[in-house]
């Protein structure tokens, strides 16, 4: 039984890549020091023979005793609210986590993925962005934190592969949504959801013209699953490329919960992206994998997850 160790496993993706390698036949070490995952996301699988949950912090030397087979590294602050209230901390995972986790694969001659991300991209001047885009990023800006502690992060693994001979994976994650979100993380997805559920007006920055795309949960692990067990070691988009304004993203959550809210515009945080929409060609073509999931279909189910959970909080009668 081939054996993984996911770091960040707690959080919003990474849990739901525990069930997915779980329910493939793997085991699975669950890896986090909850600084922003939450353990309710995992709680479940907690007793299952084939599932293990570490609490710890990867900028911290890692110790596993057992083979490794690969290991999915996503750990990272990885919301706005976060990695702005964590500049430090986001940075030192970046470098330092991923340099121990490299070095913790290449002792255990592991396949490692790395969970980079669109930020890459920066505001991009291409459009839709290709992996051969090298980016437009603010290195000094406030977003810069994390744009940079990723690109550092995709140089380093490129270092080790180079180096090392070592077996590695870059995939370069656009936004994705679902059940386990949070609801505070700064992301439009929980943030228009809920305030929708509540009858308050969705808070859209700027404009709202500038443009995103929305890939569901579980096309972005299968896309991920599909990378690891692939031979390419160059980075590759997953995400969703159909793209859409953030205001006519506001009618199809106020749509689907059947909601009165209207909008209200604040000012565009700094260095916020102006479109963001993957060229998924690659992934098409390297993995045969695009998204299935319907947004609609998506929200849906993300719709009852927040409405469950604010249910659960007091906040909404049943």
Not at 29 to 40: A, H, K, Q, R, V
Not at 121 to 149: F, K, M
Not at 172 to 187: A, H, S
Request: charged share 20%; proline share 7%; with cysteine.
């Amino acid at each position: 039984m081939p054996r993984v160790l996911i770091t960040g496993g707690a959080g919003f993706i990474g849990s739901h890549l525990c069930e997915l390698f779980l329910d493939r036949g793997w085991e699975v070490i669950c890896m986090d020091n909850l600084l922003t995952g939450n353990y309710d996301n995992i709680a479940h699988l907690e007793g299952l023979k084939n599932f293990l949950f570490i609490r710890h912090d990867i900028t911290d030397y890692i110790l596993i005793k057992s083979p490794l087979d690969a290991i999915m590294h996503l750990a990272s602050p990885a919301s706005p609210v976060d990695y702005l209230k964590l500049p430090i901390t986001t940075m030192k995972v970046g470098a330092m986590g991923t340099h121990k986790v490299l070095g913790l694969a290449k002792d255990k001659n592991a396949v490692v993925l790395l969970a980079s991300t669109s930020e890459i991209y920066g505001d991009p001047l291409v459009h839709p962005q290709p992996e051969t885009y090298w980016g437009n990023v603010n290195p000094i800006g406030p977003r810069g934190v994390y744009d940079e502690a990723k690109r550092f992060a995709e140089a380093l693994v490129m270092a080790y592969h180079q180096s090392h001979k070592l077996k590695t994976r870059i995939a370069r994650i656009f936004n994705t949504y679902g059940p386990r979100m949070r609801r505070d993380d700064g992301r439009v997805v929980p943030a228009f959801i809920c305030q929708a559920l509540k009858g308050e007006n969705l808070t859209v920055f700027g404009n709202g013209l500038q443009t995103r795309s929305f890939c569901y949960i579980s096309d972005m692990c299968e896309g991920l699953y599909r990378l690891l067990l692939s031979n390419y070691t160059g980075p590759v988009n997953l995400g969703n490329p159909t793209e859409m304004t953030i205001l006519d993203f506001t009618k199809k959550v106020v749509d689907i919960v059947d909601s009165q809210s209207g909008v209200t515009f604040s000012p565009l945080p700094v260095d916020d992206p102006h479109v963001r929409q993957p060229d998924i060609t690659l992934a098409k073509k390297l993995l045969g994998w695009e998204p299935k999931v319907p947004l609609e279909e998506g929200l849906t189910k993300t719709i009852k997850y927040f409405r469950d959970k604010l249910v659960q909080e007091g906040e909404l009668k049943p």
